[in-house]
């Protein structure tokens, strides 16, 4: 699960990053971008908690 939760905070990051390099080489819209980084803060902002800042036992 927690492997799981990782990977999809990753994503999320990704689909925060990319986007605007997309924007810049004009491979992607405006609005595409705007799409795209509300899914991806919406999915890090999901997923991240659930796998930050937990202890590990042993």
């Not at 999320?12 to 899914?39: C, E, S």
């Amino acid at each position: 699960m927690k492997t799981l939760t990782k990977l999809i905070s990753v994503i999320g990051l990704g689909l925060t990053i990319v986007p605007a390099f997309l924007v810049f080489f004009q491979k992607i819209t405006l609005q595409r971008h705007y799409n795209l980084m509300l899914i991806g803060t919406i999915l890090w902002f999901i997923s991240a908690p659930f796998w930050m800042n937990k202890k590990s036992h042993g």
